[in-house]
């Protein structure tokens, strides 16, 4: 359960007038392609419905209210993609990630780890998972090949952080 407000407790800061929905020329296309029978988050929202208590269908249009608890649709969408469904999420991202996807950076996933503090050496474990961006020049020494790939076999992560080849309980078995 993420931190913070509940979110019986968000929905009761829900405007009561007016709700925001997605353009046509942004929805439509993406329902010719995905087929969508189910929308979990539907405008305006049925009395005592709650999208995130029902099945989902086998393709799913998610535009959650962004005042309500995000992690929580996309935890949700991730059970139901467990399940065989797809589920098409759309989700503020902040301007700088739009920026170095453009930019074509790799991403690598960190994870949750820990920070130390610059003058007492304490640690302090981050509050979220952190991820790099690598923006690379021209340096063929750079490239990504299996001499220098520091991803987990398993999962994906990056495994510098371990100290071992893989980074996943199941990879270490």
């Known amino acids: 359960m993420p931190r913070g407000k509940s979110l019986e407790q968000r929905e009761k800061e829900r405007p009561e007038h007016g709700y925001w929905i997605i353009p046509p020329e942004i929805h ?5 392609e995905f ?11 049925p009395k005592l419905f709650n999208g995130l208590e029902v099945d989902w269908k086998k393709s799913n249009w998610v535009n959650p209210p962004f005042w309500a608890g995000i992690t929580y649709w996309v935890n949700k969408a991730i059970e139901e993609q467990q399940k065989g469904n797809t589920s098409v999420l759309i989700l503020p991202l902040d301007n ?9 950076a790799e991403i690598r996933v960190v994870g949750s780890h ?18 790099l961006f ?5 340096d063929p020494k750079l ?3 299996e001499e220098n790939d520091d991803l987990c076999a ?3 992560e990056y495994r510098g952080r371990h100290g071992n080849d893989n980074c996943c309980p199941s990879a270490l078995e």
């Open 35 to 45: 087929n969508f029978e189910f929308d979990p988050c539907p405008n305006p929202k």
């Open 143 to 145: 490239e990504r090949n």
């Open 154 to 156: 398993n999962c994906g």
């Open 28 to 32: 439509e296309p993406l329902n010719k």
């Open 134 to 138: 690598i923006l690379k020049g021209n």
């Open 114 to 131: 820990e920070w130390i503090h610059t003058e007492d050496g304490s640690r302090r474990k981050a509050p979220r998972p952190s991820f």
């Open 96 to 104: 700088w990630v739009k920026k170095l996807f453009d930019a074509k």
